[in-house]
């Protein structure tokens, strides 16, 4: 009856976790967007990082709370740690996913991972759902960004990558490639950029079915302020330092005064308007309002747009997203920012465990690595694909990274059979999941 319980449990949290996995990974994803841009920002010196967000849904006259954010920092400037809350279970909050992010020694982002919660009525227990590697050039700009996406058997496979060429240390071409989910083919995408003033004018965009023939797909047109001041430093600044590639280029609150983003597409031997979005900024150059708008009929009509307020640092304290209906806005989400004003270092979370291994797949060794964010007394162990304990071992995690043999951990690793493993570390307050393969 007990293991009857527990596989409905297990059974309820997937179903839970996998049920809003895209609308919230979404969202997760352009708030991470949005805190990097402003931790990374150099141009306007904001006093503090965020320690908590606020998500609330408008639904029928008024805001209702729907999900919290929580952001841990290792130091002033970088983020190392976002967990997100979401309400999936009626009048209660459970963490959903989380992210960590890893850096280089130039404070350049080299890794993110967005992990789910497979076990949202209990401790959580994380498991990878998507991942990204950002490599850099031995001048520290930015070449290669790898994605990867979990599978049904939740192993993460490579589903795209970006690639980026330099021309006398001025970004040329952004290559792409990436897997189609519906017809399980690799689609293929180059951008082109041109440049006036020293500032990104066009990114023009093809697209290939193998890399070799392009045919114009559409460009994106940039607009500045007749004050901008930036310079081609300052879009390769963001590019080397920014979070998700490419992303970020042309994002709110990255000191580049861009009035307008306007896309085309490449139709009829002819560009035909279909999108833009319009920026406006307060006299203290904050980014007051995004409006984004759809072209039809010959003209440009409303569908979203995101207005932001501050504090006197020039904080975000809030952002409300609305929806053009009717001939009027429609508020549908707002996230309210809390800051710390005592101490710009939000503490790193004393919870935090990860692991990591290498190679994966492995023959009959491998090399495991588990970062702890104190000294603390851990376990970590090993189960089949049917959730059966194969071995366990107890040890003392020190701050930091930890580097063990998996034939250290556990005895007889070479002799297992080829399949899929888990492996599972955890302390007093959180476990974390690795699928690890082994071959032969």
């Given at each position: 009856?007990?293991?009857?319980?527990?596989?409905?449990?297990?059974?309820?949290?997937?179903?839970?976790?996998?049920?809003?996995?895209?609308?919230?990974?979404?969202?997760?994803?352009?708030?991470?967007?949005?805190?990097?841009?402003?931790?990374?920002?150099?141009?306007?010196?904001?006093?503090?990082?965020?320690?908590?967000?606020?998500?609330?849904?408008?639904?029928?006259?008024?805001?209702?709370?729907?999900?919290?954010?929580?952001?841990?920092?290792?130091?002033?400037?970088?983020?190392?740690?976002?967990?997100?809350?979401?309400?999936?279970?009626?009048?209660?909050?459970?963490?959903?996913?989380?992210?960590?992010?890893?850096?280089?020694?130039?404070?350049?982002?080299?890794?993110?991972?967005?992990?789910?919660?497979?076990?949202?009525?209990?401790?959580?227990?994380?498991?990878?759902?998507?991942?990204?590697?950002?490599?850099?050039?031995?001048?520290?700009?930015?070449?290669?960004?790898?994605?990867?996406?979990?599978?049904?058997?939740?192993?993460?496979?490579?589903?795209?990558?970006?690639?980026?060429?330099?021309?006398?240390?001025?970004?040329?071409?952004?290559?792409?490639?990436?897997?189609?989910?519906?017809?399980?083919?690799?689609?293929?995408?180059?951008?082109?950029?041109?440049?006036?003033?020293?500032?990104?004018?066009?990114?023009?965009?093809?697209?290939?079915?193998?890399?070799?023939?392009?045919?114009?797909?559409?460009?994106?047109?940039?607009?500045?302020?007749?004050?901008?001041?930036?310079?081609?430093?300052?879009?390769?600044?963001?590019?080397?330092?920014?979070?998700?590639?490419?992303?970020?280029?042309?994002?709110?609150?990255?000191?580049?005064?861009?009035?307008?983003?306007?896309?085309?597409?490449w139709l009829d031997d002819a560009w035909m308007n279909e999108s833009r979005d319009?920026?406006?900024?307060?006299?203290?150059?904050?980014?007051?309002?995004?409006?984004?708008?759809?072209?039809?009929?010959?003209?440009w009509s409303f569908e979203e747009k995101t207005d932001y307020t501050y504090d006197?640092?020039?904080?975000?304290?809030?952002?409300?997203?609305?929806?053009?209906?009717?001939?009027?806005?429609?508020?549908?989400?707002?996230?309210?920012?809390?800051?710390?004003?005592?101490?710009?270092?939000?503490?790193?979370?004393?919870?935090?465990?990860?692991?990591?291994?290498?190679?994966?797949?492995?023959?009959?060794?491998?090399?495991?690595?588990?970062?702890?964010?104190?000294?603390?007394?851990?376990?970590?162990?090993?189960?089949?694909?049917?959730?059966?304990?194969?071995?366990?071992?107890?040890?003392?995690?020190?701050?930091?990274?930890?580097?063990?043999?998996?034939?250290?951990?556990?005895?007889?690793?070479?002799?297992?059979?080829?399949?899929?493993?888990?492996?599972?570390?955890?302390?007093?307050?959180?476990?974390?999941?690795?699928?690890?393969?082994?071959?032969?």
């Amino acid at each position: 009856m007990k293991r009857l319980v527990c596989v409905l449990i297990l059974m309820v949290s997937v179903v839970l976790v996998f049920a809003i996995t895209q609308e919230q990974i979404q969202t997760g994803k352009k708030m991470l967007g949005f805190i990097q841009t402003m931790s990374q920002n150099h141009h306007m010196e904001r006093s503090n990082n965020p320690s908590e967000g606020l998500l609330e849904d408008y639904s029928e006259g008024e805001w209702v709370e729907s999900g919290n954010m929580k952001f841990w920092y290792d130091n002033q400037n970088m983020m190392t740690q976002v967990i997100t809350y979401n309400q999936v279970i009626p009048d209660s909050f459970v963490a959903i996913m989380k992210y960590d992010l890893a850096y280089n020694s130039n404070n350049q982002l080299t890794e993110f991972i967005l992990s789910m919660n497979s076990n949202p009525l209990g401790t959580p227990i994380w498991i990878e759902f998507l991942k990204s590697e950002n490599v850099f050039s031995p001048d520290n700009h930015l070449i290669h960004t790898y994605n990867y996406e979990c599978d049904e058997n939740f192993i993460l496979f490579c589903s795209g990558r970006n690639h980026f060429t330099y021309n006398n240390g001025i970004m040329e071409t952004m290559y792409q490639w990436s897997l189609d989910e519906d017809t399980n083919e690799i689609e293929y995408m180059k951008s082109e950029f041109s440049y006036e003033n020293g500032r990104i004018n066009t990114m023009t965009n093809y697209t290939s079915t193998d890399s070799l023939d392009w045919l114009l797909s559409d460009k994106e047109t940039w607009a500045y302020d007749a004050t901008d001041t930036s310079t081609y430093n300052d879009i390769q600044y963001m590019l080397d330092h920014g979070i998700m590639g490419f992303q970020v280029i042309g994002n709110e609150f990255t000191g580049i005064r861009i009035t307008s983003r306007t896309q085309e597409t490449w139709l009829d031997d002819a560009w035909m308007n279909e999108s833009r979005d319009v920026y406006s900024y307060s006299p203290q150059w904050d980014m007051v309002s995004v409006y984004s708008e759809n072209y039809y009929d010959n003209a440009w009509s409303f569908e979203e747009k995101t207005d932001y307020t501050y504090d006197e640092n020039h904080n975000v304290t809030t952002q409300t997203e609305s929806n053009w209906f009717d001939s009027d806005w429609m508020p549908s989400q707002r996230y309210t920012y809390t800051y710390e004003t005592s101490n710009n270092d939000v503490s790193v979370n004393h919870n935090m465990i990860s692991i990591k291994s290498y190679p994966n797949p492995f023959f009959n060794n491998a090399s495991i690595q588990i970062k702890s964010a104190i000294n603390s007394k851990i376990e970590v162990s090993l189960y089949d694909i049917k959730g059966r304990k194969v071995s366990s071992s107890k040890c003392l995690a020190s701050e930091g990274d930890n580097n063990y043999n998996l034939n250290h951990l556990f005895k007889g690793v070479e002799k297992l059979s080829s399949g899929i493993y888990f492996l599972k570390v955890s302390n007093n307050h959180e476990t974390y999941c690795k699928k690890i393969i082994k071959i032969k």
